[in-house]
């Protein structure tokens, strides 16, 4: 007995951007019915820059339709929600463009280029309440980082005293790479901070809660680099480092870098309770190091069906997770917020948050940066 | 400008189980051409127990139909391959069928209950050239094991000397773990060897060739267990070890257990070559440990675009790879098969050659045995 | 044949001091002439608060003989060097008693209590230029360390951009802990920066250069603690953070804490250099962490004969180096400088401007201190 | 007050050999007094080759007299306990010879080069009740491994299960490293068996009882190397496996090699037990690694001061216990056994156990070999 499906009333799709993160959204769209249980979103429209581009990913990525056309695509009637992947300068006139349209936006990080823009956006979305903005913030939802906001919400580490947190890779870390548009401040924005370090910033005031005041320095390591027009040079932060002051009173050290030789994803800090300590890298996402008074050191508490995000993927524990699996997890979120439920965030308001914070530890050369969250 | 996507002909797939490896194969049908940047197959039907369990997971899974007759959904014209992620006793009539019927099977491990029926599947499996077998032997397709397979091919640890592998996991390890059929020689085969052992042995094989002789000995940790009947006896084996002698002179050492207190997905082994020594273990699949002549330790390989079945999935080095995602990898592979490349397998005729190993490892019982791999 | 040994020769030793970092330094006198193949030490005096404590320590500890009067101990004639592990209130006048009377010394970390201490007793080291000081920053010693510093040296990570260090434990993270004279200001200095914090400058000082800038946050953590008279209050830090500049330009991070749960002896740094970046934890002493351009990863370098302190030891790689040994390696450089050879340090010059970095933390409340290195 | 030190009337030692481990005697004579907080040893004899070595190493390691005459050494009056550290050929002759001069020994591993020497010598030693002798399997003395056969007696990972270790080092890889008598079996014994097996059967017997019985395979990885003679043919085994049958009924594995690239001191095993796991590298010597049934996973065990072993050399934990220490806790443990307390052995009687597992090993080739030690 063979029984057709029936007609799938989930949200429609459209996805704009079919690179790293373009790619990364249609897996998981792919992937969050099958993973959750739910019916499937309709795959409507997948926006690339050329025809056959177009037409070859949304093909491959299982969308009904191929469009050129992102502003028509985000306006179609069967579109419920928009998947912005694009490079960060077409965040704000996209997003916009999709919230004035009565869509739902899922938007990669980070937001803007501009802190103006990050404040345009806010406040656009705050003026359209029925409609989910929410941020690519892919970090805060793997099962080990929320088994460590679980561990903290219980009190099992007590009152928490510091946090410390890096976030470093390589990739400019070779000064043979030649110029591009990233490394200035239009083009690229506050570099190392608002590719790296914001999604570090995200990461702390989930775990900590918001930022009273921070002091920070920032470097360019490599000032200038090979172009075809001979030497250029870089405009934007390879590396900062800051201390902040919580609004609830404890204190954190914070740091990160694109020029830190051998580091591909170390997203890693920890935070010290009186009762205990949390230690978390990224690059070894399935594990979380956990000591607790009482116990004889740090223990591995490696990823598995305890926890609720691992356990929606598979029953069997050590079974690695995947970076990619994190972004279903946020598609699911979504889901979840378009139907009602309460939105994990971050979303524009939210993210407008973390952009304050990487807006100043950029302006803070050394000098006190009030954030206002005192208590 | 909308452009409807072209019709596809892409392979039909029918699926058939719905547990843990069954979702694990709709992940990967689902992902697979996302990730390879290939047509989408056709999701055709999914085959499940009852009718609201096919229903709902065909729209979850993305299915276009659901059934609860898996002999009528195997022969079924818009059917190119079959799933088959059920429990083991039903592998082999399942595979017959779909063989029988003119069908490419993907068959999860172990390929079948007991080494007749193997040999059985082989040699209906030879007898239908044009037809592609595929055994689920996952851990063969993460990056990490392919590059070590690349490092050993490429000759730069040398000329291999020794294999060392275990496989731990604890699901059996507590004692009050009530007795089932899985722990019965008719219901669970060969216990840790056939659950375990065999993805260490698919391993073992790939890096060291095949196994001339072997010596083992079994072990059942836990006697009885409780029922409602009363105490049962356990049937199969909680633990195994092993010495090997490949074809090659080359020697190894082999145990696994499903009663090794805190282990997860231990699947863990070093080959050590007269150039250098490769470690990998699986609770950490996106790390290869490598020493060769002239280094100053061991390296930490994290897995990266470098890698060919990393970069499917994502450009970014230390963004971890995901268990899941080896079953795309595994997709992607059959697909290639059906399509007129190469199949990478095991087949159904080198999943008999596991399934001979580790029966002999079951049989030893202290003394060696042959396998006839001698050069 | 049975051949007397000579006359010993080599200097005259008094040890003032049988606690923790007093045997330490009775175990490297003991050893310091076996270990390099140099005539032992001739151990003269063991000062101890009573006779019976002196007598049995001495008898243990190997010296000819014991006294309770340390005054006049250091001006025996046999004793040319004088060891002094005693509480910190004492280090000034037990090391400038030992200058006045024309000896070497060998001096526990913190140098001092106060700035003015520390100053005064820098002077008087000035005014003594053929009478060696050396203080016991014996984690300068360890065979990783210098390893480290003859990989920046040889310019094998490049140019160097970044450090990051912390030194965690958790002895006083118990908030039960009852309240002692070292949670004072006047009898526990600067707390974790006196007791930890001064060991992370020293070998921050001595990877990157001297400091030109600091701004620091503390904190008291436990702002009370038990007393048979009721809760007083804990006057020094608990722990402290701060951001560096360096005269040389580049940026450093720093932290320090003692009550870091789960951390038992974690000195852990990070050198970032364009070429390369070397790890290091003092938990795992035996290992350096280095990263070079072109390398595959983070490789473990297990420390071995090719390390010069290591090789006086043991001829046999990865025979861990031990806590102990690097005191022997202390003792050693000791006697070489009173021999007339390089005084490697930190003497006293070099341990005041330690001194003045941790209280400039001290002393920051979020503001820059400058130190005077710049370039 | 200067108090003369009383006459010592600790036991007088002889140290013959200062090489690699005649030099870890001396550390451990010079230091177990001070350590222990007992009467330091009367360092009497140290007997070299020749008279200036004699001379400078006496000097050097605090012996009174030196010597060329082992023989008279031994019989000298003032001498109760012969360390002997010298080439595995002497072990047998010096070791009767001490015994029959009356004196306590201390002597290296292997026992002997053949086991008709190790029966000779345990025969000689039964013969001498009163007399102490004492195997150098310093390894079984860390604080670590004393801490593991806690955990096991205290029953906190309940039944044992299995046993699974290696003891792999990379001394001989290379091919070229020249012909030596060490590779014969006249000069160098069972090759790996007897340079790191022994080791491991020394560890793998203390954890898990008597071995009823054994089968083993060996290689010899590379079969000639060069000589100014030419190439010569190595004769002992540059590796070996086994599977072990415990008189308990427990399963184990064991393997050990010398060519193992990267590997300098893998001393590595773990225990399962019906409700924990323990894990163990030497490499990492102050780490256990420990899962006990409810816990979160496996926990890092650092030493510290909560291990007797360790607290006898300092307070602080994570402060590393080295090497070398260990082979003062066997100086010590020696001491007790010389003052009529109970010798923890290895004695000669249970060195001969050792000698007979290993040649058990060395002769198996690939049949079982019964070493009688059934329930």
């Keep these: 007995m063979v029984i057709p499906t029936q007609a799938n009333t989930s949200p429609g799709v459209a996805l704009i951007g079919t690179g790293f993160m373009g790619k990364c959204h249609a897996m998981a769209w792919n992937n969050v019915g099958t993973v959750y249980g739910v019916p499937r ?39 419920d929600v928009v998947s912005i992947a694009t490079p960060n300068g077409l965040h704000r006139p996209m997003a916009e463009a999709a919230l004035e349209a009565g869509k739902h936006v899922w938007l990669e990080k980070p937001m803007a280029l501009t ?14 309440p029925g409609q989910v903005t929410l941020l690519g913030y ?9 088994a460590a906001q679980a561990l903290i919400a219980s009190g099992q580490i007590g009152t928490l005293r ?73 405009e934007n932060e390879d590396s900062a480092m800051a201390l902040i002051r919580f609004g609830s009173g404890t204190q954190g050290s914070f740091a990160t870098s694109r020029v830190a030789r051998g580091r591909k994803c170390r997203l890693q800090w920890e935070v010290h309770g009186s009762e205990g300590t949390i230690v978390f890298d990224q690059e070894n996402m399935n594990e979380l190091w956990v000591h607790r008074t009482g116990e004889a050191g740090f223990t591995r508490h490696l990823s598995g069906p305890g926890q609720p995000e691992f356990a929606a993927f598979c029953p069997a524990p050590g079974h690695n997770f995947g970076f990619n699996e994190m972004k279903v997890v946020e598609a699911h979120d979504l889901l979840v917020a378009i139907g009602g439920g309460l939105n994990t965030g971050p979303d524009f308001v ?11 530890m950029a302006a803070s050369d050394g000098r006190p940066v009030a954030l206002g969250a005192d208590k």
């Design 138 to 146: 892919n970090y805060l939802r793997s099962p080990a980082f929320r």
């Design 41 to 79: 979103p309709r795959l409507e429209i997948l926006c690339d820059a050329t025809e056959d581009a177009a037409h070859s990913h949304a093909a491959a990525f299982g969308f009904a339709r191929a469009s050129t056309d992102w502003k028509a695509a985000l306006r179609d009637p069967a579109v």
């Design 115 to 128: 802190l103006a823009d990050a404040e345009a956006m806010a406040g656009l979305a705050l003026s359209c």
């Design 162 to 234: 510091t946090f410390r947190g890096v976030y470093d890779e390589d990739y400019s870390a070779d000064p043979a790479l030649p110029w591009s548009w990233r490394m200035t401040r239009q083009g690229g924005g506050l570099g190392a901070l608002g590719d790296l370090g914001c999604h570090l910033v995200s990461q702390m005031v989930a775990l900590m809660g918001p930022v009273a005041e921070l002091t920070a320095m920032t470097q360019i390591a490599v000032t200038e680099r090979p172009s075809p027009d001979g030497p250029r040079a870089v």
């Design 350 to 360: 939210e993210g407008l948050a973390i952009e304050r914070i990487i807006h100043a």
